[in-house]
């Protein structure tokens, strides 16, 4: 595999938490620019300023909003607020405002790791259970199940463990791959960057999107013995390779489209979605490089990619792709770990504030558990041992309620280590989650 360019600079959680304060008072500057009513907002003087209002969403854990009022408000100086003052202070308040402070956030931190020079991306969604309500959020699995849920789309930063851009969408209007081609047109992450996705995002049009965009990409697809996909009507060996391909996409059906010789062309029918085929353009070259590479006895996994062969061999690819499994991983410690799954509202407002704030939270905590890593001199020992990312989630959000010292946070995290097992096998459990209750909660 490729070398990792890890950065040595050792940023102190004093200093990041300097800079996540720098950002929001530079946001709270232009908070105008994030209210629902440019006038009136936050105009007049409350014990729940612009600043304290965020840092208290950000904290939040898993109790009942009347805890966390509580508990957030009694080691500070500040008077505590009513539980309907607060309701309504996040009234005024766009859940963006949250996603810019993630963004200018991450651009302020300089000492970020690189694979090759060139940042790993992962592109997936996941479903997000909600407080019933009778709106648009709702969902039918089956006659009598009906759900409310979002589905959170999230660009991930797979060395570095940080969600550069993410998305919220409606579960009836989901789409995936129209979000990646929203990322990848604002670029706000790292150009120097390889995205990489599932099958779910095998599309010719997001392919293009990435071309045009010059943006590297890495795409799981179907592998060669499919009816429907990229691979379709490609005569390809059933073994390992590595070859380039160009096929030449159109909305006619003239009678060389017809004919196809040689599988050339790709007919896009008008119930598909092409961006670069209009009236004037009629047809539109594709050239990409297609990686086919055995992970079992009998098993092989397909890739196509625009990288060039002379930075990233065949052998390079298996490891490349198999970053993308920290993503998984990352949405189940923001979910479990960091509690986005326990909203303190039925009001979507408040619930997409507290699901960007999970975020902005979870790339917080792990900047300082990622930098606090680079001071562990471990032994030399059967496995490698890393930081429990559980355990230092619960301590980093105390430091950052003021509630312990540094030095006690550093210990703790340094303490509390868990074995890496990369061998071991575990059969994935799927079952369906159900929202947590607002009235079952911890005081």
Request: charged share 25%; hydrophobic share 35%.
């Amino acid at each position: 595999m490729s070398n990792k360019n890890t950065k040595n600079t050792y940023y102190s959680p004093k200093w990041i938490s300097c800079r996540l304060d720098n950002v929001i008072d530079s946001t709270v500057d232009s908070i105008k620019c994030f209210c629902v009513d440019l006038t009136s907002n936050f105009t007049r003087s409350r014990i729940l300023t612009p600043k304290t209002l965020i840092k208290f969403i950000l904290g939040l854990q898993a109790h009942s909003l009347s805890g966390e009022v509580s508990d957030y408000f009694t080691s500070s100086n500040i008077d505590i607020p009513s539980i309907s003052a607060v309701s309504q202070r996040r009234d005024l308040l766009y859940p963006e405002i949250f996603k810019s402070i993630n963004r200018r956030f991450l651009s302020s931190i300089d000492n970020l790791s690189t694979l090759n020079g060139y940042y790993i991306l992962a592109q997936d969604g996941s479903d997000i259970n909600l407080p019933f309500w009778h709106d648009d959020t709702q969902i039918s699995y089956g006659q009598d199940s009906i759900v409310c849920q979002y589905h959170l789309n999230a660009l991930y930063d797979c060395i570095n463990h940080v969600f550069w851009e993410s998305r919220i969408d409606l579960p009836t209007k989901k789409s995936e791959k129209s979000a990646l081609i929203d990322f990848i047109n604002h670029r706000n992450y790292p150009e120097n960057s390889i995205i990489t996705a599932d099958r779910g995002y095998e599309s010719y049009n997001l392919i293009a999107h990435c071309i045009e965009n010059n943006q590297k990409f890495v795409f799981r697809v179907k592998d060669i013995d499919t009816r429907s996909g990229i691979m379709t009507s490609i005569s390809l060996p059933d073994e390992t390779f590595d070859i380039t391909v160009t096929r030449t996409l159109t909305n006619l059906q003239t009678n060389e489209v017809k004919k196809n010789e040689n599988n050339q062309f790709v007919f896009v029918p008008s119930t598909s979605v092409f961006d670069y085929l209009d009236a004037c353009n009629r047809f539109y070259n594709l050239s990409f490089r297609i990686v086919r590479f055995k992970i079992a006895d009998d098993k092989y996994e397909t890739l196509v990619t625009n990288l060039d062969e002379n930075e990233f061999g065949l052998s390079d690819f298996k490891d490349l792709y198999h970053l993308r499994w920290n993503e998984e991983t990352a949405f189940y410690y923001l979910k479990h770990a960091v509690g986005m799954l326990y909203f303190h509202c039925k009001k979507r407002q408040h619930i997409q504030q507290e699901i960007y704030a999970s975020i902005l939270f979870y790339n917080y905590a792990n900047l300082i558990i990622q930098n606090i890593k680079k001071k562990i001199k471990l032994k030399k020992t059967k496995y490698i041992y890393n930081i429990n990312v559980r355990s230092a989630l619960t301590n980093i959000r105390n430091y950052f309620r003021n509630q312990i010292k540094e030095y006690i946070l550093i210990r703790n995290i340094k303490k509390y280590l868990t074995p890496s097992r990369p061998d071991r096998n575990v059969q994935r459990s799927i079952k369906r989650q159900s929202p947590k209750a607002l009235n079952n909660r911890t005081s």
